[in-house]
């Protein structure tokens, strides 16, 4: 069996900096068409020159990607310069809840000068969502209450939460304006917090926020087999070297992007609803972001392959296990 669907666009990617950029960039390029590039490298993007720096980075390293650039929103954000530079998205990292900095203010109003000109210059606000970590999500969410006050404040400012993991947040976008929109990755749809921390803990499937109860991810399963078009995929692959990976201080982050199509391919198969896969991971991101579509396809196989131990240095989700879908001539597999 195979899936011919139109090349996706990952709404949520990180490409890191340095010596690993290219080969991150070159799989994502086997990968996706356009990939919304995540700003959170050492140093983080904020001005025009940064972001116009890490493009020319990236179109060296893999050409075929359409990378959509962002910047860390803080409050001295030169909103028609980076327009200029071709900014696609404002990054929004809520103080204290990630492994990333940059961002200055406690609270997201404290950037209303510059949401009004994002609004105005059609630059989409892009929000890490996070609840406090083990209320289960009972806690006050804060970041989720901000943005929903935004999109109120800017009705055409196009907001996108990024990361579900509660059934709280997938009910809010569901009645939430037009204007806001959300991602999921495979990791929060494939697995939970047995899977992280049952019998043993696994580092590897450690990432902000933390997989929740199998109750919440069902409520992104239904979320991601609804049709409705303000949810779509967002792989959010975030590589850490090994090192970063064990030990008594591991950092956050899964290196999903080799196996991210492919778990997909699973979920909506397993689903029975394989034919709900194109518009997830192609057409409503797209649409959302205001993107052409693109007539390059991909074709995704049924057919067993094993996840190497190490893929362009960094420990994939799913090393070592066995997946039964593939994306012909996916990138290279070590
Ligand atoms: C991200 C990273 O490593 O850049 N990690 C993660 O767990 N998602 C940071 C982030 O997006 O919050
Ligand atoms: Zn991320």
């Known amino acids: 069996m195979e899936l011919v669907i139109q090349k996706p666009f990952d709404a949520h990617l990180h490409l890191r900096q ?19 590039v995540m700003p959170n490298t050492k140093p983080p993007i904020l001005t025009a020159a940064d972001l116009g720096r890490y493009r020319t980075l990236i179109r060296e390293a893999a050409p075929a990607l359409n990378a959509l650039m962002t910047f860390q929103l803080h409050t001295q954000a030169d909103i028609p310069a980076l327009k200029r530079a071709g900014a696609v998205a404002a990054k929004y990292f809520p103080v204290g809840l990630t492994n990333s900095t940059g961002t200055e203010a406690s609270t997201l109003s404290a950037y209303d000068s510059v949401l009004r000109q994002m609004e105005e210059n059609g630059i989409v606000l892009s929000i890490h969502c996070e609840a406090p970590l083990y209320s289960g999500g009972e806690a006050k969410h804060r970041v989720l209450d901000e943005a929903l006050e935004a999109s109120v404040r800017f009705p055409k400012l196009k907001i996108v939460l990024e990361h579900l993991s509660l059934e709280r947040e997938v009910e809010a976008v569901k009645s939430a304006g037009e204007n806001v929109a959300a991602t999921l990755t495979a990791h929060h749809l494939m697995f939970d917090a047995v899977d992280f921390i049952g019998s043993r803990l696994n580092p590897h499937l450690f990432c902000k926020p933390i997989l929740q109860s199998a109750y919440h991810r069902e409520a992104l399963r239904q979320a991601a087999l609804s049709g409705n ?71 995704i196989e049924k057919k067993s392959w094993e996840v190497p131990e190490i893929i362009d240095g960094a420990v994939p989700l799913c090393a070592g296990t066995v997946l039964s879908w593939t994306v012909r001539d996916g990138g290279k597999n070590e």
């Open 229 to 299: 078009p303000r949810f779509f995929f967002g792989s959010d692959s975030a590589p850490h070297p090994p090192e970063s990976k064990t030990g008594s201080a591991v950092s956050p982050g899964i290196y999903s992007m080799p196996v991210t199509i492919p778990l997909l391919a699973c979920f909506f198969d397993e689903s029975s609803q394989t034919d709900k896969l194109e518009s997830f991971v192609s057409v409503f991101g797209r649409r959302f972001y205001g993107l052409l579509e693109t007539t390059e396809k991909i074709i």
């Open 18 to 36: 340095g010596d690993s950029l290219s080969g991150f960039a070159q799989r994502a390029a086997a990968f996706f068409e356009s990939a919304l």
